[in-house]
């Protein structure tokens, strides 16, 4: 029987893990904040792989490794695959999920723009805050996928990209 | 008398949306050793920890009322007992007991033998300060607070200092009176 706990624990301990280093701990460092979501994001990711790769045989390469976050590793997670896999063939992948569990949790202003143009005045925008609200969330998962993969030998770095809400794309660059 | 609140809560456990409680263990483990890198100091971390919990808990309260349908609590006896039997189940899947009532009723023990926070946890030497649980203590306090009960709750004993079983110290310092909004009405 597998031990289970009801969601929104899980839910309200990374929401105030993320506000609380947000808007406690580096208020006024962003930079600072998402480091540390990603590290704790790292860690969670480093075990769960290890925990869930411990009775399959290693991967032959970083295609596969990469479908095993796609599908096992995202299943375990969330319920659901990843939707899409794209890659370049020279070390990016890019990871969508069209319904991002832990976007789907919060409120997002519908004019909220993409977040790619986030212009740090002294009065901010509205969706501008929204999306780096989301943004600073979604530090935790990249972490998270960057720790799993870093686990199974492949060091790369990983980004989020929302410009499609609700979808959520990670980018994923494998360092050669 | 009043409704009979549902006496456990496995019925809405089974209801709730849930997660494995690993992925919830691991989570928790990887925050709480974060913050102690983050913070250094081992009390700091217990205080961050449960702010973090009171926080939390003044949210939850809404889920639990929501999701629990339990009535009115007549006493504060029936209050912990709701918490140890259907609030623990309903959120963490385990059941908690009362025990080690004070004569005037104010003071009193949730005891809890099954924890999923602590699964694969052993604290290190460096940390043996840590109250590594106190997530769950801010918890109930923030969560009583928004039904007009200010607490204190503290650890009596926690299995990762060696004691057989986790318990829970809560006392009742003030019951506030509740403001009913009669400027609705005006």
């Given at each position: 029987m597998v031990r289970e706990v009801s969601e929104s624990c899980l839910d309200s301990v990374i929401r105030e893990m993320v506000s609380c280093y947000c808007n406690v701990f580096y208020a006024h460092k962003p930079d600072l904040a998402a480091r540390r979501i990603e590290a704790i994001g790292y860690q969670l990711g480093f075990q769960l792989s290890e925990r869930y790769t411990m009775e399959r045989p290693p991967f032959n390469d970083n295609l596969e490794a990469i479908k095993f976050i796609c599908k096992d590793f995202w299943s375990n997670l969330?319920?659901?695959?990843?939707?899409n896999l794209r890659t370049n063939h020279r070390g990016t992948f890019v990871l969508q999920d069209n319904k991002f569990r832990w976007l789907t949790r919060m409120s997002i202003d519908?004019?909220?723009?993409?977040?790619?143009?986030?212009?740090?005045?002294?009065a901010p925008a509205a969706e501008n805050k929204t999306a780096h609200a989301i943004s600073m969330h979604l530090y935790f998962p990249c972490g998270i996928i960057r720790g799993a993969l870093s686990n199974l030998g492949i060091p790369c770095a990983v980004s989020a990209d929302i410009s499609n809400l609700p979808a959520c794309s990670f980018v994923i660059s494998i360092k050669a | 008398m009043a409704p009979v609140a549902p006496r456990s809560g496995d019925a809405i456990f089974a209801n709730v949306e849930r997660v494995n409680a690993e992925l919830f263990t691991l989570t928790y483990g990887a925050i709480v050793r974060q913050l102690l890198t983050d913070l250094e100091e081992v009390d700091e971390v217990n205080k961050q920890l449960d702010q973090m919990g009171y926080n939390i808990g003044i949210r939850l309260i809404d889920e639990f009322l929501a999701k629990s349908?339990?009535?009115?609590?007549?006493?504060f006896r029936e209050t912990t007992d709701v918490i140890a039997k259907v609030g623990f189940k309903m959120f963490l899947g385990v059941t908690a007991s009362v025990a080690n009532w004070d004569a005037d009723g104010t003071c009193c023990s949730i005891i809890l033998?099954?924890?999923?926070?602590?699964?694969?946890v052993e604290l290190p030497d460096n940390c043996?300060?840590?109250?590594?649980?106190n997530i769950l203590s801010g918890v109930i306090r923030g969560a009583l607070e928004m039904v007009s009960m200010k607490t204190e709750v503290t650890w009596i004993r926690d299995v990762l200092r060696g004691d057989d079983a986790f318990e829970l110290q809560v006392k009742l310092l003030k019951q506030v009176p509740e403001e009913y909004p009669y400027k609705d009405d005006e």
């Open positions: 969330f319920k659901k695959q990843i939707d519908s004019s909220a723009d993409n977040g790619s143009s986030v212009e740090d005045n002294s | 349908n339990v009535s009115r609590c007549v006493d033998e099954d924890n999923p926070l602590v699964d694969f043996q300060g840590l109250y590594y649980c």
